[in-house]
């Protein structure tokens, strides 16, 4: 059984069985049925209600265990839940799973090319945070988690070394 939320919407319990081309369960304690054909390893053609749907997956990441598809040409980003998840969120404890950092270090010797955020401004995983040019190539560093800027510790221009702190969160 899984709980599922498709693009942030409200979660639905879902448990489904499969076998070689046809899938049965309940969603929402609702029976559902139908059938479906694995094209390759990333396309599906699922039947349901009569209805046809095309179903690629583009991005599938474990470890957040997020799903994003594109079915019928509309893209959809599914977020999957299993019992343990649950009971880790009943208890409190899936805070504790989240990447926490509280400061960003050179990773080798350079110059600071760009700084492309500000004091107090929140930052998204995966976001640009500063140019660093190293052996004539420019870094682009990255926030690992979501933060708040605390404190820039270097100014455009400036010289750094190996693990010298640069953006404080």
């Given amino acids: 059984m899984y709980k599922i939320s ?3 919407s409200k979660p639905i319990t879902v448990n489904l069985t499969s076998s070689n081309t046809a899938f049965e369960g309940n969603v929402n304690e609702m029976l559902v049925k139908g059938s479906f054909v694995k094209l ?4 599906f053609h699922l039947l349901y209600n009569n209805q046809s749907y095309n179903i690629d997956i583009i991005k599938f990441n474990v470890e957040e265990k997020t799903i994003t598809l594109r079915i019928n040409s509309e893209k959809h980003t599914v977020v999957l839940k299993d019992k343990y998840d ?3 969120h009943s208890l409190g404890l899936d ?6 950092i509280s ?3 050179a990773p080798m010797p350079g110059m600071v090319l760009n700084i492309l955020v500000s004091e107090g401004q929140s930052v998204k995983k995966g976001e640009a945070l500063i140019i ?6 420019e870094n682009i560093l990255k926030c690992a988690a979501d933060g708040v800027i605390k404190k820039i510790a270097v100014n455009k221009g400036t010289a750094v070394e190996k693990n ?3 953006i404080q969160f």
């Fill in 95 to 100: 805070k504790l799973a989240q990447k926490k």
């Fill in 164 to 166: 010298q702190l640069l």
């Fill in 6 to 8: 498709v693009n942030e």
């Fill in 86 to 88: 649950e009971l880790l």
């Fill in 132 to 137: 660093l040019e190293a052996m004539k190539m």
């Fill in 40 to 43: 390759n390893d990333f396309q």
């Fill in 103 to 105: 400061d960003v270090k």
